[in-house]
């Protein structure tokens, strides 16, 4: 049996990994965000595209992170790989989404580098995540409902 210990030194690596990463991208700089959010500026040139790079990077490790369970017996840090169960796309899902998308494109901060963000401008960016926070506290007292629907909607059919 593994150490939880091992579990959360490696979270706590990779977490300090992702940091360093988000702000050698600038994305935590929210008007990096805003000027590749802003499509609208291309035929003036002001669109930033360089962000897509990032997100291929990002979209490059987990493809393969996602598929060392095929190749691992067991993770190197947890007791068991995590699988994916829910993986339909639905009304809640594309809600979440698009709340998502609307709160980045409107504050240009996303909850990773936001809280990355707390230490290094804390005043701007504290609003914004004590809002997510609260947010993530509501959100995890709605599921129930929500999965209490699906349920009896797939019971249902």
Do not use: H, N
Request: charged residues 15%; glycine residues 12%.
């Amino acid at each position: 049996m593994r150490s939880p210990l091992i579990g959360i030194v490696a979270a706590a690596v990779a977490g300090i990994i992702f940091g360093i990463g988000l702000a050698v991208a600038r994305m935590t700089d929210p008007q990096k965000i805003k000027d590749f959010l802003d499509i609208a500026a291309i035929p003036q040139g002001g669109w930033d595209p360089s962000l897509i790079f990032v997100m291929a990077g990002a979209a490059f490790v987990a493809f393969f992170g996602l598929r060392l369970d095929r190749v691992l017996r067991r993770p190197l840090a947890a007791q068991v790989f995590v699988s994916a169960e829910g993986s339909e796309i639905d009304r809640p899902l594309l809600a979440g989404a698009a709340l998502f998308g609307v709160g980045w494109g409107l504050s240009g901060l996303c909850p990773g580098p936001a809280i990355a963000d707390l230490g290094l401008i804390p005043s701007p960016v504290l609003p914004f995540v004590l809002a997510m926070l609260a947010g993530s506290w509501l959100a995890g007292a709605l599921p129930t409902s929500f999965a209490g629907q699906a349920a009896a909607r797939t019971a249902g059919e």
